[in-house]
């Protein structure tokens, strides 16, 4: 069964339910960089892999690149992936190029000193970050532009501006967020006579705060998509040794449990994922994953069907949080 196409929002772009994540794009485990990753060519293969699975939306963000630890220091995928698309560009022609802009952080591509991590939500700064990626990537337009974090100084309508003006020019055809919160979504939205189509956030069997904060509830209620990253809670969901994590222990008896009603065959990951994919507010899933056998795997949920029931979905909430439902 391919991957569903499906709407972020009603008034929103079709996007492919799984998505590929570039935030260790050229990383082999966590924050190790791995050269072999590093080459436009082998960013290719993966972006071909991609599509031949039904993989058609790629997430990005000016930032990804690495931070100050890592070799790499930050805004470099973007450019890295535009030259794997620069290889073959008819592929961008089958694709949808989501990309994030807000977070700045020392770097010696500033004109100025920027000496602390912080967050620019300002008309110059989107501005220039989007002409920045649309450069980058090798393409007139972004599907999908997303402000990154919740900027403490954000000037909604400032930022509304940049957005209505960028979005008028062609060049972002949709606006959303990501990590917002509920009241900074309304805030902003209510500047815009366009819908965000989505609000991006940590989603997982570990992770269940979207639930609890009003986050999903408001997706639900503006009918927008949520995008989920790190869904497998990055990685913990497979740590060897849980003997003092009773958390990552009951969920991985859980999703066990939940993963052997579709078959023995049937991973911890799928299980996972149809656990996000369960919820109503139909979430689409970042996965983070390099490697093309485990983006195979999370493909297959949907040959094996893996609808999750009621009681399947509490079992798993039941883990996650150590007790049962009220």
């Not at 100050?68 to 992936?81: H, S, T």
């Not at 989107?126 to 999908?144: A, F, I, M």
Request: glycine share 6%; hydrophobic share 35%.
């Amino acid at each position: 069964m391919a991957i569903p196409q499906v709407k972020l929002h009603p008034e929103g772009p079709t996007v492919s339910q799984l998505i590929f994540g570039t935030w260790r794009l050229a990383n082999s485990n966590g924050f190790e960089a791995d050269s072999s990753l590093a080459t436009p060519e082998s960013v290719l293969e993966r972006i071909e892999a991609c599509l031949e699975l039904g993989i058609t939306t790629f997430d990005l963000a000016d930032i990804y690149g690495g931070r100050r630890r890592w070799p790499v220091i930050g805004y470099a995928y973007e450019e890295l992936f535009g030259k794997a698309l620069a290889l073959n560009p008819e592929l961008r022609k089958k694709m949808q190029l989501i990309t994030k802009t807000g977070i700045k952080i020392p770097n010696e591509m500033w004109s100025e000193k920027v000496y602390v991590n912080h967050y620019d939500t300002s008309y110059d700064y989107v501005r220039s970050q989007v002409e920045r990626s649309l450069r980058l990537l090798g393409t007139d337009h972004l599907d999908v532009v997303l402000i990154h974090r919740l900027d403490y100084l954000l000037d909604a309508d400032e930022t509304a501006k940049v957005m209505t003006d960028l979005r008028n020019e062609g060049k972002v055809k949709y606006w959303g967020v990501s990590n917002h919160t509920y009241t900074q979504v309304e805030l902003l939205q209510s500047r815009l006579d366009f819908p965000l189509v989505t609000n991006q956030i940590e989603f997982s069997p570990s992770c269940l705060t979207g639930m609890d904060d009003g986050t999903l509830d408001q997706c639900q209620r503006l009918r927008m998509s949520p995008m989920c990253w790190s869904p497998l809670g990055g990685g913990s969901l497979f740590k060897k040794d849980v003997s003092n994590d009773p958390k990552t222990e009951r969920l991985q008896k859980a999703l066990r449990k939940v993963a052997n009603d579709f078959g023995n065959d049937t991973t911890l990951d799928q299980a996972a994922y149809s656990f996000l994919l369960r919820h109503p507010s139909k979430p689409v899933i970042v996965l983070g994953t390099n490697k093309i056998d485990r983006l195979k795997g999370a493909a297959a949920i949907y040959d094996k069907k893996m609808n999750l029931d009621r009681q399947q979905f509490y079992l798993i909430w039941e883990a996650s949080k150590g007790h049962s439902v009220p």
